[in-house]
C-alpha cells in the first residue's frame, strides 16, 4: 500500500513566522515530490517540485527531502494571512503512468 | 504559461440528465487527467490519457465516460448521476507520464451538484 501521511492540522503560526509542513512517505520507489496549496473552494495550485535530497528554495518557500528517511516538507519563512490554505503533499512513484499518491493536507492558518 | 482551463465553473444536474465536463490546455502537453475531489480529500484519480489513449482507468463507474479528441482537449460525459456524485472535478495536464521530473497543473475546476 503506497502511502503518504500528512499531519492534517490546523497548523497556526503568528504572521510572520515560519511554518513547517512536513510528509511522509512508505514507497521507496518514490521519485518525485510535489507540494500544492489549495485555497478552499479553489483547485491545488503547484508551489514546489524537489527530485533530490536536500533544499530546494523558490522566494519564502523552501523544499527539503530526505530520501533515506522518506521525509519530505515545505517551509514557508515570513508567513502572511494570505499564505492560510491546505498544503497537499503529492508523490510520483517511479514507473507509474503518472499517477500522483497525495496526502491528505495540512491546513494553514496564520494569525495577522 | 501553464494554464488549465475547464468549462463550466459549475454545474447542476438532475439523476437523468446527461452533460459534459469540458478541459482544455495550449502547454503541448500530451498527458491529461481527470481527478474527483469531495469536501476536505485529497484529489482521486478518476483517468488518465496519455498522447490522447486511454492509460488509466482506476475502476470508475461507467457513468462517466471519458474522452480526448486531441491532445489539447478532454471531455468528461456524465450520465445517470448519483447525488454521491457532487464533488469538485478537476482536469490536469503534464508533459509526459513516464517522466520523474513529469509536473501536473491543475485547472480551475467544475463544481458539480447532482440533485
Known amino acids: 500500500q503506497k502511502e503518504v501521511e500528512q499531519n492534517s492540522g490546523p497548523l497556526s503560526v503568528p504572521e510572520g513566522a515560519i511554518a513547517s509542513l512536513n510528509c511522509t512517505y512508505s514507497?521507496?520507489?518514490?521519485?518525485?515530490f510535489f507540494w500544492y496549496r489549495q485555497y478552499s473552494g479553489k483547485s491545488p495550485e503547484l508551489i514546489m517540485s524537489?527530485?533530490?535530497?536536500g533544499d530546494k528554495e523558490d522566494g519564502r518557500f523552501t523544499a527539503q527531502l530526505n530520501k533515506a528517511s522518506q521525509y519530505v516538507s515545505l517551509l514557508i519563512r515570513d508567513s502572511q494571512p494570505s499564505d492560510s490554505a491546505t498544503y497537499l503533499c503529492?508523490?510520483?512513484?517511479?514507473?507509474?503512468?503518472?499517477?500522483?499518491?497525495f496526502g491528505k493536507g495540512t491546513k494553514l492558518s496564520v494569525k495577522p | 504559461d501553464t494554464e488549465v482551463t475547464q468549462t463550466p465553473k459549475h454545474l447542476v444536474m438532475g439523476m437523468t440528465n446527461k452533460k459534459s465536463l469540458k478541459c482544455e490546455q495550449h502547454?503541448?502537453?500530451?498527458?491529461m487527467y481527470w481527478y474527483k475531489q469531495k469536501a476536505k480529500k485529497p484529489p482521486e484519480l478518476m483517468f488518465v490519457?496519455?498522447?490522447?489513449?486511454?492509460?488509466i482507468n482506476e475502476s470508475v463507474p461507467s457513468r462517466f465516460s471519458p474522452e480526448c479528441p486531441n491532445s489539447s482537449l478532454l471531455n468528461l460525459h456524465l450520465h445517470a448521476l448519483q447525488p454521491e456524485d457532487s464533488a469538485l472535478y478537476l482536469c490536469?495536464?503534464?508533459?509526459?507520464?513516464?517522466?520523474?521530473?513529469?509536473?501536473?497543473?491543475f485547472g480551475p475546476g467544475t463544481r458539480l451538484t447532482v440533485l
Open positions: 490536469a495536464s503534464s508533459h509526459q507520464t513516464g517522466y520523474g521530473t513529469d509536473t501536473q497543473y
Open positions: 514507497d521507496r520507489g518514490s521519485q518525485s
Open positions: 524537489i527530485y533530490s535530497n
Open positions: 503529492a508523490v510520483k512513484i517511479r514507473g507509474s503512468q503518472g499517477n500522483l499518491i
Open positions: 502547454m503541448g502537453h500530451r498527458a
Open positions: 490519457y496519455s498522447y490522447e489513449k486511454l492509460s
